[in-house]
């Protein structure tokens, strides 16, 4: 069983920077594939990034270049470094975990966190 505890979301003024945290209960968080994944009012749930279990990291072509996600195995935590954010950044962002190989689809990610808001003003 893996729980996940996102944390770090919040309001802030675009162009600004948020980093979003989640931490796992999972006796193998290492074996894991950790995924990033937001949800805007009205729209469907879309892939932003993922990490494998060799720190291998894909990313959403929206977010590309301007986050960076992480992975500290000590920690059983993944990081999702966010900058020069935008008003269309705004969602709720979740965490999502996996065994096996990276994917982009959320219907292929067996665990989930309750989300974190992140609001982007302009």
């Known amino acids: 069983q893996v729980t996940l505890v996102e944390s770090g979301g919040g309001l802030v003024q675009a162009g600004g920077s948020l980093r979003l945290s989640c931490a796992a209960s999972a006796r193998a968080f290492s074996s894991l594939v950790m995924g990033w994944f937001r949800q805007a009012p009205g729209k469907e749930r879309e892939f932003v990034a993922a990490?494998?279990?060799?720190?291998?990291?894909y990313y959403a072509d929206s977010v590309k270049g301007r986050s960076t996600i992480s992975r500290d195995n000590a920690k059983n935590t993944v990081y999702l470094q966010m900058s020069s954010l935008k008003p269309e950044d705004t969602a709720v962002y979740y965490c999502a975990a996996r065994y096996g190989i990276h994917s982009s689809q959320m219907n292929e990610y067996n665990y989930w966190g309750q989300g974190t808001q992140v609001t982007v003003s302009s």
């Open positions: 990490c494998t279990k060799y720190s291998t990291t």
